[in-house]
């Protein structure tokens, strides 16, 4: 094996070559021989093999293997000199070797290689895209789980980085082409990543790109197969599928067959319903997740059955006012438990898919039905009146506070209207709300469903908000189920301390 001198000695020779530097190699096989060597030399291999690769073609397989020795070497500083040139070898047809060599070595847990690996990765991707994607989804589809994962990530973090020169309508496609293949078998997580990168694609953002990510979303929810509400794995993947599809709904993108599913046969079985994830309430992820697609759904087959579904399930929540004895006190034991947040989903649910058929309340129920359902809907107005009235004075005197509650009141909608009306317009929550302070008029809102309404500068700064404790009372017996101002999170609800209020 050459020594340190015989190894400057054989470089020399190539530097001073000049244009005949391809007629020398014997004395570029010594500098390949020097990873053989002790760590002086290969520490010098490791930066002479690179400068004259391109001159030796006929060594290119021998060139790249001996880098590659280098870059698993014992020694760190090796490692990461060795790494450091890799792209030098990212040549024609040895693109896609180096760029696949590269993905195996994200597996690396040294910080310092890891950051010169996600480098190196960056500059042959700004040489040849579709190279570099040739070996990163190799690994992917074939590689460890650990490379798999972390080829994923950093497709997931690095794309929205790259200059629109590199991210051509070609490699956008061939992303799409290769993300199809790995979503045929991906974990809950992988599938997350690979909607956002896959969303970021400049060529998915027009109607039919969104489109195009609904119905693969879609397939992966398996909306064509029934329903099994016992399967938690299944439950699962329905909540993180609809989860990613919902941001995808527009007035143009419909939800229509998220919609139906979710009426035939998510709703019928929300009691039965079981999930991986300790702590979730399962059913209100559903409702709210239903009542955020309700605002885009177009056209429906069977809009009747469903509504009538909705309905259905909407009685199930608000109970009839309790039997009053002869001295006009309760003849039950306790007052019913009033469920609110399941209410507003499915209230808002069915105010959104109610405008479609009208005439619903009133033709198509009988004149029984109907009056029943108003002595509910009465009852529970009243209910979140006294509630409201309770919340009013637990915050007196706090006006430097800003707590999270709102909720869509009975009233708010127009079901009392003879005939109902469907033309208020409402939003939801736990969606963005303007801030007005405590005793003042809330301001109206110039918005549609689906759409968060202007911000307001009003209101304290987000650092003063706090979280609210409900108080207790007959109406608020229930209110754990009610998660204030909850955002969506996989697999998981989480708390969001710092909001408004909003009272009706």
Known sequence: MPTVEELYRNYGILADATEQVGQHKDAYQVILDGVKGGTKEKRLAAQFIPKFFKHFPELADSAINAQLDLCEDEDVSIRRQAIKELPQFATGENLPRVADILTQLLQTDDSAEFNLVNNALLSIFKMDAKGTLGGLFSQILQGEDIVRERAIKFLSTKLKTLPDEVLTKEVEELILTESKKVLEDVTGEEFVLFMKILSG?????????????????????????????SDPDCVDRLLQCTRQAVPLFSKNVHSTRFVTYFCEQVLPNLGTLTTPVEGLDIQLEVLKLLAEMSSFCGDMEKLETNLRKLFDKLLEYMPLPPEEAENGENAGNEEPKLQFSYVECLLYSFHQLGRKLPDFLTAKLNAEKLKDFKIRLQYFARGLQVYIRQLRLALQ???????????????????FHIPPSYKSTVTLSWKPVQKVEIGQKRASEDTTSGSPPKKSSAGPKRDARQIYNPPSGKYSSNLGNFNYGERFRLGTSSMRDKAKIVLY
Do not use: M
């Not at 027009?206 to 064509?224: K, P």
């Not at 005197?397 to 079901?415: A, E, Q, R, V």
């Open 201 to 229: 694609l400049k060529s998915l953002q027009t109607v039919s790109g969104r489109q195009q990510l609904v119905e693969l979303v879609a397939e992966q929810a398996d909306l064509e197969q029934t329903f099994n509400p």
């Open 397 to 415: 005197g706090k006006t430097d506070l800003s707590f999270s509650f709102s909720l869509i009141s009975p009233n708010s909608i127009d079901l």
